[in-house]
Each structure stands twice: as C-alpha cells, then as structure tokens.
C-alpha cells in the first residue's frame, strides 16, 4: 500500500527502512523521501515506523 504518494513509498519499504535501522520520520525521510513534500503522509509514516520499531522490540523481547 502506498503511504506516501509525492514519493511513491510503500508500507513495506518504511518496515525494510526501520528493520535497516531508521528510527524516525526524518531519518526516513533521508533515505526515501516519504513525507519531504507535501507532508500530508507524516502521521501515517509515523505511525508505521512506531508501530513497527514496537514490534521490533517485542520480537526480541
Ligand atoms: S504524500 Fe508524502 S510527502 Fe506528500
């Protein structure tokens, strides 16, 4: 699923980027572009990115 559009980034590159160690939205923003526009995406990429480094936490838990 695409979550930001201006940059054309999924919801699986944000999980590959986090799991490569980003850890926030402007690191991200850094290696792919995703909410560096227009910005309407930066609470779902937020979002995606907290939800995932929680689950990384827990899997290792
Ligand atoms: S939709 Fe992500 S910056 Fe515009």
Redesign the pocket.
């Known amino acids: 699923m695409y979550v930001?559009?201006?940059?054309a980034v999924t919801d699986h590159q944000i999980h590959d980027a986090v799991d490569g160690g980003v850890q926030d939205l402007g690191q991200l923003g850094e290696v792919c572009g995703?909410?560096?526009?227009?910005?309407?995406?930066r609470e779902m990429v937020q979002e995606l990115i907290d939800r995932h480094l929680a689950e990384a936490v827990s899997y290792a838990a």
């Open positions: 930001c559009i201006c940059h995703a909410g560096t526009n227009c910005g309407r995406c």
